[in-house]
Structure formats: C-alpha cells, structure tokens
C-alpha cells in the first residue's frame, strides 16, 4: 500500500501538493511509429529517466515480446529510486508476465488496462458492463498478489459515461489498486471538460484517501499538457506524460511543458514535482540522440528557438532585463546560455554587445557604419556568426574570411579501427600544406589533421551537428566550440558532407585565432609536412561531449 505524502508548504505557508511523474517514454512513446529504440538505447535512456527524477519508470509491456520482456527485466533492475512499471492487460497471462519482468526491481508496479467506453467494449472488447467489472476485479487482485502497487487504467476512460467509469474505479480501488488512470485516450476533451471529469471522479469514486488519481493525455486536438494541467488542478496527483511528448499520434503530454509550468507558475497550482529541471534538455536530447528524430526548433521548453531572440526589439529588451521576454532562466532546464541570434530582424543594441563580447569597441560612428554592413549580409544569410562580425569588425570581405581555405578532404572509415582523414589547405600567403592523421571517428580524424597542419593546438569543449532543411540532400550544420590560450572559440560550418561542415568550423576557429593573434610562421611547402604527433588538446576531441540533434 502506498504512503500518502505529508504535503509541503510554499513561502507564504500554504500546502504545496506532490505531483508524481510517471513517464511512459519507452512504452508508450517508444512504441510510436519512428521512435523504436532497441534494448541498449532504452536502458541510456532509463538511466538518464531516473537521474532526472522521475518517480514512476513504465518501461514497457513485456507480453509485447521477448526483447521487451528482456529490456523491461534490464531496466527494473538497474534502477534505484525510481520504481519500475510494466503494462499489461487485464488477463492473467499478461499479468504474470509482467511480474517475472520487474522480479529484479527493487521497487514494482503492474499496470493493468481495460477499454471502459462504449465504443470499446462493443467493437474491441464484446465485453458488457458487468463483464468489464469482472475483469477489472480479477486483473487488479492478480496484480496485487504479485507487485509492490497496482495502477488501474480505464481505456478511453473520457469516452465512457462518468457513472459507469466512476464505478469501475470504485471496484478497482476495492480490489486493492493504489493508483486510478483517467486517460484522454485520443486527445478528445477540453481542458475544462478533463477538469469536471476529475472533480466529478473525486466526488464519486469509493476510495481509500491513499488512492492517487492520475492523467494521461494524448495530443490529437494539441491540447495534451493543457488538459494534464487541468487534471492537477481538479486533484489528480499523478501525471503520465513523456520526454519532448512522443508517442502514439501526436503524442502524449510533454513531461518538461508540465514540470517547467507547476514551476513558473507554482503560485498558481500550488504544485511541486521532484523533477531536477537542469537535466530537461540533455534527457531531451539523449532521445533525439537515440531515435534519430529531431526536436523542432520551436518546441517549448528543449527546442533551439526556446531561448534565442532575433527580433531587435526582443533583443533590446533582453540586453535590459531579462525579464522583459523570458519567464524562465535556460539554465533552468540545462541550457547554457540565452541566445540573442544575429539575423536580419537583429537591432544595433545586439549587434554592439556581440561585437564587445568579441573583444571590439566601436564607437557610435563606426557602428553606424558597421550595422548598415551587417544588414546587407544578413539579408544573404540566415544567421551572422562570429567569424562574419570579426570579418565585417575589421574591414574584410565576411564571404572570404581566411586565411586558410579547404582545397581538398578524404576520409577513410575502418571499421572496429577508428577513421584516418588527410587535408589539403591553401593559405592567403599563397602557399599550401597537406597533412594525414588517424582518429576515433573521420570528424576527430579531420580535426587531428586540421591541427597539424595549422600548428594550431585547440581544446574541443563542444561539437554539435544538425540537420538545416529535410531529406536525404539536407545541408549539415557544424557548430564547435574549442579552447586555445585560455580562450574559448566559436566555429561553424556548413555542407551536404558532415565531416566537411565539421571541418570548415574547425578551420573558422583556427582562421579567427590567427586573424586576432597574428605569429611569425614559416614558409609553406607544396608538399606534406612530417607528421609529428597530435597533440593531447585534440587527442581530447575523441572525448568531448558530442550534442548530436539529428
């Protein structure tokens, strides 16, 4: 039998309710179209689960098939303070499954289903009134007998006469299940219409007081966190939802929409989740890593645009308190910094502060000067990046930055045996230089190869790689971060070859230390240079931390 939580309090001494999350990310959202994970990735991804905190782990329905039986018998025993949940029917055969997969764990929950609304139980089940009764009692008394709690949940439960369904809970709760579902099985309802079906279920349920109600809404109508909120405001202290709201359809409910809103708005729900919000967006994106299925840009919360600012109004704003345009700080939900992107909408109040963090101070005039540029560039590209501003700061041509320029790149993979890449660069002093190296993979390959022949020793802290448009002839966008003479340097690039965007970012780098820390180099030969040994900065490049939204 669960405990019921001693409500906390806020900072005006007023009960704060528990809210649990209870994520479904690798069964009901795993099970999507396009987001299969095989048992390696569920098992990354369950650890990141807990290390976020979740409170319930479903990990998914183990009658399914051997390799879901296997994966969810993995999982339930990996974790530690999360408790590990498995799906099955209300029939026996599922049920005792589901107990032999979560044997390991050291907290269990069976969830048991059955499709309660008319619709179901004529065309899916045959089933009568007094049948789904039955089964509800038998499948959750099974259940009891073999799993720490038991969750029942009411298939199209907002579909089914509230009478009805407020009866079915009451037998489940009688059989001994400490958590009742109300699922918005297709997105249908409102989130006025969620929130009268759980006062209405509250009044009427016979129940334990430790009985928990919970929501779990689909996204068809685009209404899934909306009306999952609305069901915590009318009582239901569980909410099941998934990481960046994947799953069947639409989806689900996104669990970082609703952790991030019972925070911002806390005064409002006087809720509270045990959620550690910095871990939001490297769980968001460990899935996009995992499913090969890309966060949009604008997706609330975890997406690129979530805390990047174009417009010069907003940006001006931002630049005066950031309050003015954010509700939330980035770093709440493990996003470095705001992002105040260059671009044609961009004011001179962005453009100046880039400029100072870039380490130039233009007076007013020369401003001027520079903005007018700045807009005639950013009406050709989409973004301004730091190597365009440093280009444009210092009078030259941003579409020809140098000094050094790619010629020519081959990369040869091997497999089990890392990569080797080999360059050719030309420089503006009218010499070339050729260098080969051996790497984990043919972007650390290329990057080893670009540092030789540079004589350029760079610290990679970050290397990111996403795709710009759709198909299969979509650009790659590189972006790198790396640290030389106890500065850290930004680069891009960008091509149909990632190993090649990678390499222009990389050469972006090397082209701004040069440009700003000019040094006395020798003369470059025609042919390759000897090769001397990498050095241990870019040997750490294999060791980096790789954002990878596909």
């Given at each position: ?228 909120l609305a069901a915590v405001g009318a ?179 091997h497999l089990g045996a890392g990569a ?131």
């Open positions: 039998m669960e405990i019921q939580q001693t409500p906390a309090s806020d900072a005006d001494g007023a009960a704060v309710d528990h809210v649990r999350i209870f994520d479904t990310t690798l069964r009901d959202g795993e099970q999507a179209p396009g987001f299969s994970m095989d048992r390696r990735a569920k098992l990354r991804m369950a650890q990141m689960l807990e290390a976020l905190g979740v409170d319930v782990l479903e990990a998914g329905f183990p009658q399914a098939s051997p390799d879901d039986f296997a994966a969810v018998a993995q999982i339930a025993q990996s974790l530690r303070t999360t408790t590990a949940c498995a799906l099955a029917r209300c029939v026996t055969g599922d049920i005792d499954t589901a107990a032999r997969a979560l044997a390991g764990a050291q907290r269990a929950r069976i969830h048991v289903f059955l499709s309660t609304s008319p619709l179901h139980r004529e065309h899916k089940l045959g089933m009568s009134r007094q049948q789904v009764l039955d089964a509800t009692a038998t499948g959750v008394e099974r259940a009891v007998q073999l799993a720490h709690e038991v969750e029942f949940s009411a298939e199209d439960a907002m579909r089914t006469e509230p009478g009805f369904l407020a009866e079915v809970f009451s037998v489940a709760a009688a059989a001994g299940a400490t958590t009742l579902n109300a699922p918005d099985t297709v997105g249908y309802l409102t989130p006025v219409e969620i929130a009268e079906r759980f006062a209405y279920l509250l009044a009427h349920v016979r129940r334990e007081r430790h009985v928990v109600f919970s929501s779990h809404c689909h996204d068809d109508l685009g209404l899934a966190v909306a009306n999952s009582g239901a202290r569980q909410v099941e939802c998934t990481i960046n709201g994947i799953g069947e359809r639409a989806g689900n409910a996104a669990l970082e929409e609703i952790v991030m809103a019972m925070k911002v708005r806390g005064a409002l729900l006087r809720t509270e989740t045990r959620i550690d919000t910095r871990k939001l967006f490297p769980a968001s994106r460990l899935l996009a890593e995992l499913t090969g299925q890309a966060v949009p840009r604008n997706k609330a919360i975890v997406g690129a645009n979530a805390f990047a600012h174009e417009s010069g109004i907003h940006q001006h704003g931002m630049l005066k308190h950031r309050g003015t345009y954010e509700i939330m700080r980035p770093q709440d939900v493990g996003i470095a910094e705001t992002r105040l992107v260059l671009g044609k909408h961009s004011g001179r109040a962005a453009l100046r502060a880039r400029l100072e963090a870039l380490g130039h101070a233009p007076d007013d005039a020369v401003l001027d000067a520079l903005f007018a540029r700045f807009k005639a560039l950013a009406d050709k590209k989409r973004e301004i990046h730091d190597d365009d501003l440093d280009a444009l700061a210092r009078g030259h041509d941003p579409e020809a930055t140098g000094p050094w320029r790619l010629l020519r790149l081959d990369t040869s993979a080797s890449a080999s360059v050719r660069l030309a420089h503006e002093d009218g010499g070339e230089v050729a260098e080969a190296a051996l790497g984990d993979g043919p972007v650390d390959a290329v990057l080893r190869a670009i540092e030789r022949a540079t004589d350029t020793a760079l610290e990679l802290t970050r290397f990111q790689i996403q795709a710009v448009g759709a198909g299969g002839d979509a650009q790659g966008e590189a972006r790198l971060a790396a640290r030389h003479a106890e500065r850290e340097w930004n680069g891009h690039g960008l091509s149909t070859d990632i190993v090649e965007a990678a390499a222009q970012a990389a050469l972006a780098i090397v082209n701004r230390i040069e440009r700003q820390q000019p040094r006395e180099r020798n003369p470059v030969s025609q042919s390759p240079r000897g090769h001397a040994a990498p050095s241990p900065a870019i040997r750490a490049a294999g060791a980096a931390r790789r954002e990878i939204s596909p």
